[in-house]
Structure formats: structure tokens, C-alpha cells
């Protein structure tokens, strides 16, 4: 069946330093791919997409490449502020049925 | 962006009475929303997808007497836990897709934590 899966957290780090958060998913065909972020106490906010292969979504300094050949999707950044600490969950889209799986997500703390 | 707001934030209920999350897309028109569960440091969890004008479409194993949806508009839809106990306590979340721009891609809601006592 489909399914997202993502490493769990929580993963703390220090500002400036470099983040990397895998996702793997199973699914037949080409879904679309997300990170999805969740500050403390709101909902949940698209953070970036890709929607085929080899695409890289980016945004905020993050960014995230759909790996076809390994089912991937890993979201990174390259410095970390304090103001990233969040919760980040991975998920995709399969328009057969319209809905989104998640990944169980991963929590970041970045301390100063 | 599309903006989706959740009604109310926060409630509290005693034990066996029914309580009603709405979900309202602000500036545009949904004829689909979703209703997902979320436990603590826990994803969330589908449990239902309202149509506007026709019954939702439960997740298996979701009680469907026991989480009443109605999509009574284009822009409304609304959860009913009914006889909530204990173990209904979790923070439910709707979303709905952006119809327009980009199918896949859902706005949710800002989440409303049920607490029963």
C-alpha cells in the first residue's frame, strides 16, 4: 500500500548548522511529493512540493529533490535558525482517491 | 493563500455530551474538505473526506455515528464527535484542496484540540 516514512526526531541542532530530515515513500505510480511544516501551536503549512521526477522543490532555504531511482524525498537546509524549529512531515499526494498520506514527522529544535 | 479557519481553538466538554468543530474555507469554495486526527507527537491520521452535498467518506475504521460530518456549503464543513469520552481527546484538523492552481496541494485549517473530561 502507500506509505510515507521519515526518520524520527527529535533532532536537535544548533544554529547555523546543517539539516537533513529523510523521507522514503511507497506508492504505484508518480504521486506528488511535500514537506509540510508545523510550528508550535499553528497548523500546518505547505513548505515545498514537487510534483515528478527529479524535481526539486525549494523554499525558506530549504529544499528537497524527488528521487525517483530511490524513493526519496530528503528535505534539507544549509543553516538552520532558531525560528526552524518545527515540526516537518513529509507526505504524498496520489490524485486516485484526492487524499494526502503522511509521514509520522520529524521534530527539529535549533538552539542558539 | 487560500485561508482556512478552524471553530473553536480550544474546547472542553464533559464526558457523553456531542461537540461541533467547524471548518470554513475563507476565500474560496471547497466542494471537498478533510478531517484528520492528530495525536500527540503522532501524524495525523485521515479520518474522513466531506462532500459538499452528499454523505462524507469515512476511513476504515472511523465510526461514522460517532464523528457526524456535514458539508452544509460550499465553504462549511463540520465535525460532531457524539457521546465524547476520554479517548476522543486528540487535536482534529481539517483541510481543503486548492482547486484552482493546483490540485494536489491542500490548505489546512489551524487545528482545534478537544480535551473531554
Known amino acids: 500500500g502507500n506509505s510515507v516514512t521519515q526518520m524520527e526526531g527529535p533532532v536537535t541542532l544548533s544554529e547555523e548548522a546543517f539539516l537533513t530530515i529523510n523521507c522514503t515513500y511507497t506508492?504505484?505510480?508518480?504521486?506528488?511529493l511535500f514537506w509540510y511544516v508545523q510550528y508550535p501551536g499553528e497548523g500546518l503549512q505547505l513548505l515545498l512540493k514537487?510534483?515528478?521526477?527529479?524535481d526539486k522543490g525549494s523554499n525558506k532555504g530549504f529544499e528537497a529533490t524527488y528521487r525517483k531511482e530511490t524513493t526519496s524525498f530528503h528535505l534539507e537546509k544549509g543553516s538552520v535558525q532558531v525560528s526552524d524549529s518545527a515540526v516537518y512531515f513529509c507526505?504524498?499526494?496520489?490524485?486516485?482517491?484526492?487524499?494526502?498520506?503522511f509521514g509520522g514527522g520529524t521534530r527539529v529544535l535549533v538552539k542558539p | 493563500g487560500a485561508v482556512v479557519s478552524q471553530h473553536p481553538s480550544r474546547v472542553i466538554c464533559k464526558s457523553g455530551t456531542s461537540v461541533k468543530i467547524e471548518c470554513r474555507s475563507l476565500?474560496?469554495?471547497?466542494?471537498?474538505m478533510f478531517w484528520y486526527r492528530q495525536f500527540p507527537k503522532k501524524s495525523l491520521m485521515l479520518m474522513a473526506t466531506?462532500?459538499?452535498?452528499?454523505?462524507?467518506?469515512?476511513e476504515q475504521g472511523v465510526e461514522k455515528d460517532k464523528f457526524l460530518i456535514n458539508h452544509a456549503s460550499l465553504t462549511l464543513s463540520t465535525l460532531t464527535v457524539t457521546s465524547a469520552h476520554p479517548e476522543d481527546s486528540s487535536f482534529y484538523i481539517c483541510?481543503?484542496?486548492?482547486?484552482?492552481?493546483?490540485?494536489?496541494?491542500?490548505?489546512f485549517g489551524p487545528g482545534t484540540r478537544l480535551t473531554v473530561l
Open positions: 483541510s481543503a484542496p486548492d482547486r484552482v492552481l493546483f490540485t494536489d496541494t491542500q490548505y
Open positions: 514537487a510534483t515528478k521526477a527529479d
Open positions: 466531506s462532500n459538499e452535498g452528499s454523505k462524507a467518506t469515512y
Open positions: 476565500d474560496f469554495q471547497a466542494t471537498t
Open positions: 507526505a504524498h499526494f496520489k490524485a486516485a482517491g484526492n487524499k494526502l498520506t
Open positions: 506508492a504505484t505510480g508518480y504521486p506528488s
